[in-house]
C-alpha cells in the first residue's frame, strides 16, 4: 500500500513540474523577470550607488575636520627638555597630545556648488539607469512579439500542411478510381511535402526566437518558454488624432535619457560655477587643544615624578585661528580650468538638444509608420479576405476537376501570403502603438519609474 501510495505522489510531483515547466509567461512578467536579473543593468545600479555615495560625501563635507595626534617619542643623547627649554644629555620619554578642527567658513561657494553638481550627477545616473531598464523592455517585447509572429507563421504553415494532406488524400482516391493520372499524385505529393518542410522551418522558427526571449530575459536553466499571445487587433475605423508636437511636449519632461542629459547641463553649470570660485579667497577658522608629558618631570621639593594627569592639565594649551588664503597667480591654472569647463558646459548643453531632437525624429517616424502602417493593415486584411475567397473557389474547381495541382498551389501561396503580410504588419502597428503609447506617458511597462 505505501509503495502504491508513493508512486501516487511521484506522478502528481511529476505531473506539477511539467505544469510549471509549461508555465505561460506574459509580457509584463517577461518584462519584470528580464529588469531583476540583467547583468549589465547591475553594473548601472554600481553606478548610480557610487555617484549616491559621492553626493552624500559632498555634503559632509561641510562638517569641519576633527583630528586627534598623539605620539611616543624615545629622546636620548643631546635633545631638549621640555620642562626647561635647556639642551641635556639625559634620556627620557615624552608623549605629546593634540586635538584640532578646522572649518572653511568661505571658499568661494565651492561645496555648495559641489554638492548641487553632485545631485545633479546622482540623479542623471537613476535617470540613466530607468533608460537601460526601458532599453531592455522594449528589446524583450520585440523578442516577446517575435515568438508570437512565428507562432502565428506556424499555425498558417499548418493550415496549409493540412488542405495540402487533404488534397492528397482526394487524389489518391482519385487515382484508384482510374479518375487521375499518377502524375496528378506526384504533383499532390510535392506540394505536400513542400508545406511539411515549411512547418518544420516555422518550428525552428519559433524555437530560435523563443531562444531570443530566454536570452534577453537571462533566464537560466530553460531551453524553451511558452507566452500568452496578446491580441493584435486593431480598430481602423477609428480616427486617431496624433500630433508629434504633443507627444514631444510630454515626453521631454519625463523621458528617462532626456532627463539624465538635463540633469547633466545643470551638473556642468555648476562645475562651472565651482572652477570660478577658485578665483575667490578662501577663509578658515581653527581651534585646538594640545598638551605634553614626559617621564623626567620631577618635582624640585620632593624629588617625585609629577602624576601623568597633572602634567597633563599643567601643559595645556589651547588655541583659535583664523587664517586667509587669497589666489594671486598659480600659472593661470584657474582661468584655464574656467574655460575648460565652459567649454563643457556648452558640450552637454548641446548634448541635451541632441537627445531633444533626435527624440521629436523618432516620434515623427513612428507617428509616420502608424499612418503608413494602418493604412497597409487596412488593405493586406481586403487582400487576405480576397485571396481566400480565391482559394476556396481555387479548391473547388480543383476538386471538379476544372484546374490542375500547379494552379491550386498558386493559389494556396497566394492565400498563405497574404496570411503572413497581415500578421506582419498587424504586430508592426502594435509595436508602433505601444512605443507612441510610452513616449505618450503612458502605462505600457509595468516598471517603477522611482529610483
Avoid at 545631485?119 to 531592455?136: D, G, P
Avoid at 523578442?143 to 492528397?168: H, P, R, W
Avoid at 536570452?215 to 487587433?233: D, H, K, P, Y
Avoid at 594640545?290 to 609629577?306: A, M
Amino acid at each position: 500500500m505505501n509503495y502504491t501510495n508513493n508512486i501516487i505522489l511521484f506522478l502528481l510531483f511529476l505531473v506539477s513540474s511539467m505544469s510549471y515547466a509549461q508555465e505561460y509567461w506574459s509580457l509584463d512578467e517577461c518584462v519584470t523577470y528580464a529588469v531583476d536579473h540583467n547583468l549589465q543593468l547591475k553594473d548601472f545600479k554600481y553606478n548610480q550607488d557610487s555617484n549616491k555615495e559621492t553626493y552624500r560625501q559632498s555634503v559632509r563635507s561641510l562638517l569641519p575636520n576633527i583630528n586627534a595626534y598623539s605620539d611616543y617619542n624615545l629622546n636620548f643623547g643631546r635633545s631638549l627638555d621640555p620642562n626647561t627649554s635647556t639642551f641635556v644629555n639625559n634620556e627620557f620619554v615624552s608623549n605629546n597630545y593634540r586635538v584640532s578642527a578646522q572649518i572653511d567658513l568661505f571658499q568661494g561657494f565651492q561645496k555648495v556648488n559641489t554638492i548641487k553638481a553632485s545631485k545633479f550627477i546622482y540623479k542623471a545616473t537613476n535617470e540613466e539607469t530607468l533608460h537601460q531598464k526601458y532599453l531592455l523592455a522594449f528589446r524583450v517585447m520585440a523578442a516577446f512579439y517575435d515568438i508570437q509572429f512565428m507562432e502565428g507563421l506556424l499555425s498558417i504553415s499548418k493550415e496549409q500542411e493540412t488542405v495540402s494532406q487533404n488534397n492528397y488524400n482526394l487524389v489518391e482516391r482519385q487515382v484508384e478510381l482510374g479518375q487521375k493520372a499518377k502524375a496528378d499524385l506526384y504533383e499532390a505529393e510535392s506540394a505536400l511535402i513542400a508545406d511539411q518542410l515549411l512547418v518544420t522551418q516555422n518550428q525552428n522558427n519559433v524555437v530560435a526566437a523563443k531562444l531570443r526571449l530566454i536570452q534577453e530575459m537571462n533566464l537560466e536553466g530553460a531551453s524553451t518558454i511558452a507566452i500568452q499571445s496578446l491580441s493584435v487587433e486593431t480598430n481602423t475605423n477609428e480616427v486617431l488624432e496624433i500630433n508629434e508636437d504633443s507627444i514631444f511636449n510630454k515626453a521631454k519632461v519625463f523621458v528617462p535619457i532626456i532627463k539624465a542629459q538635463e540633469l547633466r547641463a545643470k551638473a556642468a553649470k555648476k562645475r562651472l560655477a565651482i572652477a570660478k570660485g577658485n578665483l575667490f579667497p578662501t577663509l578658515t577658522v581653527s581651534a585646538g587643544y594640545q598638551s605634553r608629558y614626559v617621564d623626567n618631570n620631577f618635582n624640585e621639593e620632593t624629588g617625585i615624578l609629577v602624576p601623568f594627569s597633572t602634567q597633563i592639565k599643567d601643559n595645556a594649551s589651547q588655541f583659535v585661528g583664523l587664517s586667509i588664503n587669497i589666489p594671486i597667480s598659480n600659472g593661470w591654472s584657474n582661468h584655464s580650468r574656467i574655460k575648460q569647463q565652459k567649454v563643457e558646459l556648452m558640450r552637454a548643453e548641446n548634448n541635451y538638444d541632441i537627445q531633444k531632437q533626435e527624440m521629436y525624429q523618432l516620434i515623427q517616424q513612428l507617428v509616420q509608420e502608424g499612418d503608413a502602417l494602418r493604412t497597409e493593415y487596412e488593405q493586406s486584411l481586403q487582400k487576405m479576405k480576397a485571396q481566400m475567397l480565391a482559394f476556396e473557389i481555387a479548391q473547388k474547381r480543383y476538386q471538379k476537376g476544372m484546374i490542375n495541382a500547379i494552379e491550386l498551389n498558386q493559389s494556396k501561396n497566394l492565400f498563405a501570403n497574404s496570411q503572413n503580410e497581415n500578421l506582419q504588419v498587424q504586430l508592426r502597428l502594435k509595436v508602433n502603438e505601444s512605443t507612441l503609447d510610452f513616449y505618450k506617458g503612458l502605462p505600457v511597462f509595468n516598471i517603477n519609474r522611482t529610483q
